[in-house]
Nanobody, 127 residues
């Protein structure tokens, strides 16, 4: 069992950067694969990035064009999403998610695989 709380979302101009944080409470944060998703009104929740328990393996959505970096600090029960070169298309509510897993699953982009979710943080990108 783990509870997640995102923070760090705000308004930023095109080309700017933000760092989102996901604070976890509960048990055994290091036992969970972590992921980030985003969602805009009227659309499905979209995969952004995932990171393995130890932080050595990551995967990203192809659409990000290498602009985002996911990381974690298990000693602090924190996961992060560094977002650089932001574009208006990145504007969304961003969610962190957790799944108990020994490794990143092959279908890591499937929203239904994740057991625990935060409430989201709004990222706004102005032109």
């Amino acid at each position: 069992q783990v509870q997640l709380l995102e923070s760090g979302g705000e308004q930023v101009q095109t080309g700017g950067s933000l760092r989102l944080s996901c604070a976890a409470s509960g048990r055994a944060f290091g036992d969970y694969t972590m992921a980030w998703f985003r969602q805009t009104p009227g659309e499905e929740r979209e995969f952004v990035a995932t990171i393995s328990r130890g932080g050595l393996s990551t995967h990203y959505a192809d659409s990000l064009e290498n602009r985002f970096t996911v990381s974690r600090d298990n000693a602090k029960n924190m996961a992060y999403l560094q977002m650089d070169s932001l574009k208006p298309e990145d504007m969304a509510v961003y969610y962190c998610a957790a799944r108990w897993s020994a490794s990143i699953p092959g279908n890591y982009a499937d929203v239904d695989l994740y057991d625990f979710w935060g409430q989201g943080t709004q990222v706004t990108v102005s032109s």
